[in-house]
């Protein structure tokens, strides 16, 4: 079945730091990928998404590549601030509607001043 | 504008009642799903459910019930709760469509603590 491993968290970072959170996965087929955040005492919403391979999703500064290769689509910010705080989820979903939607365990981000 | 709510916000419940909480989402998505989150677990999958009458187990269903009976609501039953049920649940919806998939919309959770 499909699967994800992120970075464990938390991870920590002063404001304007650079971000990587690392993400790869396994699925049958040909997945779309995404990167859902939860800011704190919300529910999850969606960040940015690439549907097929070498696609660069982007939203708020965020980007992640779609890498077919290395199974991949690493979440990267080149500067980060306090508000980015929250979780992230990364998760590949198949098209049709045989799909679970299954998540990892998330990476939680605090950036402080 | 469509949207995903869940009832109540907070609830708390003794051990050995049965708990409903609700789910209603007007995006007219086929596809509904139950996530509890727990530290350290992350999200997992309790219910799934793919259109009217049809419900699946994910990968934590014991304990938990759903049905299905229109395509706007899917409410989760707890039949006995169990301290080990506390936890914040969240309900999601998505669209049933070949190709690339669509995004997935998250209501904003149900912290239900069982004593």
């Known amino acids: 079945g499909d699967s994800v491993t992120q970075m464990e968290g938390p991870v920590t970072l002063s404001e304007e730091a650079f971000l990587t959170i690392n993400c790869t996965y396994t699925?049958?087929?040909?997945?779309?990928l995404f990167w859902y955040v939860q800011y704190p005492g919300e529910g999850l919403q969606l960040l940015l998404k690439?549907?097929?391979?070498?696609d660069k999703g982007s939203n708020k500064g965020f980007e992640a590549t779609y890498r077919k290769e290395t199974t991949s689509f690493h979440l990267e910010k080149g500067s980060v601030q306090v508000s980015d705080s929250a979780v992230y989820f990364c998760?590949?979903?198949?098209?049709?509607?045989?799909?679970?939607?299954?998540f990892g365990t998330g990476t939680q981000l605090k950036v402080e001043l | 504008d469509a949207e995903i709510t869940q009832s109540p916000r907070h609830k708390i419940t003794e051990t050995g009642r049965q708990v409903t909480l609700a789910c209603h989402q007007t995006?007219?998505?086929?596809?509904m799903f139950w996530y509890r989150q727990d530290l350290g677990h992350g999200l997992r999958l309790i219910h799934y459910?793919?259109?009217?009458?049809?419900?699946n187990k994910g990968e934590v269903s014991d304990g938990y019930s759903v049905s299905r009976s229109n395509t706007e609501d899917l409410p989760l039953t707890l039949e006995s709760a169990a301290s080990s049920q506390t936890s914040v649940y969240f309900c999601?919806?998505?669209?049933?469509?070949?190709?690339?998939?669509?995004?997935?919309?998250f209501g904003q959770g149900t912290r239900l603590t069982v004593v």
């Open positions: 699925a049958t087929g040909y997945p779309s």
């Open positions: 459910s793919y259109g009217v009458q049809d419900t």
């Open positions: 690439a549907t097929k391979a070498d």
């Open positions: 999601a919806s998505s669209e049933s469509v070949e190709g690339p998939w669509t995004e997935a919309f």
């Open positions: 995006w007219n998505h086929n596809n």
């Open positions: 998760a590949p979903h198949l098209g049709g509607g045989g799909n679970k939607l299954t």
